[in-house]
């Protein structure tokens, strides 16, 4: 478990690799972000992006799914996402890797339980081209005494 005290500026994190597939794309896509590259192949490939893209809010949501299946923090929430950059088109059969970087570390003054870490979360398809970059603030709970 990772608390508050064992993040410090600069560190990095490996978070791990996920596979887009298309079948998982469509889903999504249907359900939250049915524009028509996101959702119908012939019109995808008519489209300024050539063909099938996953929707940059699955990009997102993989981020998270990284995040808690390799950070093992002591979260306790996050108050938001300060950036969202969608730089490259995820297509399926994409193998995405995600690295955390801590940007800033803040104890709280008011809850002596808690404090601010502010990561960054890049994440790279395999020819290590950058796809999303995404800043967040994560709340987590300071070590037990």
Do not use: N
């Not at 994190?13 to 012939?42: N, W, Y």
């Not at 050539?50 to 949501?61: N, P, R, V, Y």
């Not at 803040?106 to 339980?113: A, F, G, I, L, T």
């Not at 990561?119 to 987590?140: K, N, P």
């Amino acid at each position: 478990m990772r608390y508050f005290e064992d993040f410090r500026v600069g560190d990095k994190i490996d978070c791990g690799s996920t596979t887009f597939q298309k079948e998982e794309m469509l889903e999504f896509a249907r359900k939250f972000d049915p524009q028509p590259f996101h959702v119908d192949e012939q019109a995808a490939a008519g489209s300024a992006f050539g063909g099938l893209i996953a929707s940059g809010w699955h990009t997102c949501s993989a981020c998270m799914r990284l995040i808690v299946d390799h950070m093992h923090s002591a979260s306790m929430g996050s108050p938001g996402v300060e950036r969202i950059r969608w730089i490259k088109p995820v297509r399926p059969g994409d193998t995405l890797k995600m690295v955390a970087t801590i940007i800033g570390v803040q104890p709280s003054k008011s809850r002596p339980d808690r404090g601010r870490v502010t990561f960054s979360y890049d994440m790279t398809d395999l020819a290590g081209e950058q796809v999303m970059s995404m800043q967040a603030v994560g709340i987590v709970k300071r070590r037990p005494a």
